[in-house]
């Protein structure tokens, strides 16, 4: 396990280029690497879903996330495969610490976020604005530049990123402001990172998801607001479902891009919400 939190506080962790901050025995697991793949948020819901799927899938996996047990969880289902770093995405030099100690990276799943109280856009805080905008985009930019420029530099360079988006990235919901605006600007990301990485062998791929069963979905089938003011319940589906899109799109050749791809419960109110 590694906690990182800034670049000075590793210096009695071995750097090697055979992976990561580690010791002799973790670098030799890492000598024969091929395919490595990262998934921020990966200690529940989505994040853990997807990380699972590309280790079943032959990849290397590194999950990072704010909470060791849940991280540890993950690590314990993933057959060997997994390996995970307390990670906030939101810390620049924590993030550049942990990207700076891998030889390289093949797929970056972005995956970290979190929503906020339910509240009319006079009642937000902007506390609670800054946390999701910080979490959800700030942190995915962050990941993506520290991955894009590992991208540029390795041998062979090149690599993907998949940036988890949200049926939120094209309509709102009510009384949602900051996540909406958050989903929007990874729509903008996943351009720029796109456009950019274009001559390089790096693609961007945003997935927009709409209800997958996971905790922070949970309240949808008990009932939730709509744009009308009434209350009602939305349907899920399974997240693995998901994780196997993922895992398709991660294995394929960087000659191949997918921009965008939307998944989503049948029947929820997707059209006409704003």
Known sequence: MVTVRSE???????????????????????AGMTQLAVVTGGGSGLGREMALALAAAGFDVWV???????????VELGGGRVQFAVLDVADGAAVRAFFGGL????????????????????????????????????????????????MLRQDPKGGRIINNGSI????????????????????????????????????ACQIDIGNAATAMTARMEQGVLQPD????????????????FVVQIAQLPTSVAVPTMTVMAAGMPYVGRG
Do not use: M
């Not at 990072?64 to 993950?74: A, D, F, I, N, S």
């Not at 509240?119 to 604005?129: G, H, I, K, M, T």
């Not at 209350?231 to 693995?240: L, S």
């Open 64 to 74: 990072t996330g704010r909470t060791e047990e849940k991280l540890r969880e993950t």
């Open 168 to 203: 939120s990235a094209h309509v709102p919901r009510p009384q949602g402001i900051a996540y909406t605006a958050s989903k929007h600007a990874i729509s903008g990301l996943t351009k720029g990172l796109e456009l950019e990485g274009r001559p390089h062998g790096i693609t």
């Open 103 to 150: 030889e390289r990276v093949d797929v970056l799943v972005n995956n970290a976020g979190t929503g906020s109280p339910a509240a009319a856009v006079p009642d937000v805080r902007e506390e609670d604005w800054r946390r999701v905008v910080d979490t959800n985009l700030t942190g995915s930019f962050l990941c993506a530049q520290a991955a894009f420029d590992l």
């Open 8 to 30: 000075t506080q590793l210096p009695s962790l071995i750097r090697r280029r055979t992976g990561v901050f580690c010791d002799a025995e973790c670098a030799a697991y890492f």
């Open 229 to 244: 003011g009434s209350i009602a319940a939305e349907p899920t589906f399974d997240p693995k479902i998901v994780a196997n």
